[in-house]
C-alpha cells in the first residue's frame, strides 16, 4: 500500500480490515502516514525514503518474502489439519492456526480449488477428499 501514490486518497478508502491488515504493507515517505496505517492494524510499515532508495527496495523485499512464506506455510498446516481432522471449516481454521475469517475462507476456497476438500455444504464442515495421507498433526 503506497499512500504516496497518484490515486491520492487511497489508504483512507482501504477496507483494512476486510482485507487484513497482515497482507498489507504500509509505504509512504511521510512518516504520519505509517503511523496512520499501524493505528488500524497494519504491522509492516516501511519508509520510503528517496534518498537510500536501495535500502527501501531491501525492506520492502523482505516483508514480501515473509508474507509469501507465511501464506504458504499457513496453507500447509491447513492442509495437515483438514487430514487430521477429515475435515475443514473456517471456524475450525480460526481457531486453530489463529487466522482471520477472510485468510482462513481464501485457503478453504483454494483448497477447494486444489480438489482437497468438498464444495461448501451450508454451514457444515467440508470433507477433506484427499484423507489417504492420514498425518500428524502438526499446527500450532
Do not use: W
Request: charge should be negative.
Amino acid at each position: 500500500l503506497d499512500r504516496d501514490c497518484a490515486a491520492g486518497g487511497s489508504f483512507h478508502e482501504l477496507d483494512i480490515e476486510g482485507i487484513g491488515p497482515e497482507k498489507i504493507i504500509g509505504i509512504s515517505s511521510i512518516p504520519s502516514y505509517n503511523k496512520e496505517a499501524k493505528k488500524r492494524g497494519v504491522t509492516k510499515t516501511v519508509f520510503k525514503d528517496f534518498n537510500h532508495l536501495d535500502d527501501f527496495v531491501d525492506k520492502v523485499t523482505v516483508f514480501i518474502e515473509e508474507m509469501i512464506g507465511n501464506e504458504k506455510t499457513l496453507y500447509e498446516k491447513a492442509k495437515a489439519l483438514g487430514l487430521f481432522e477429515n475435515k475443514l471449516s473456517t471456524a475450525m481454521m480460526q481457531r486453530e492456526l489463529q487466522i482471520g475469517y477472510a485468510m482462513a475462507a481464501r485457503l478453504l476456497d483454494e483448497l477447494e480449488l486444489e480438489g482437497f476438500v468438498g464444495p461448501q455444504n451450508g454451514s457444515l464442515p467440508r470433507v477433506a477428499l484427499k484423507s489417504d495421507l492420514k498425518s500428524r498433526r502438526i499446527v500450532n
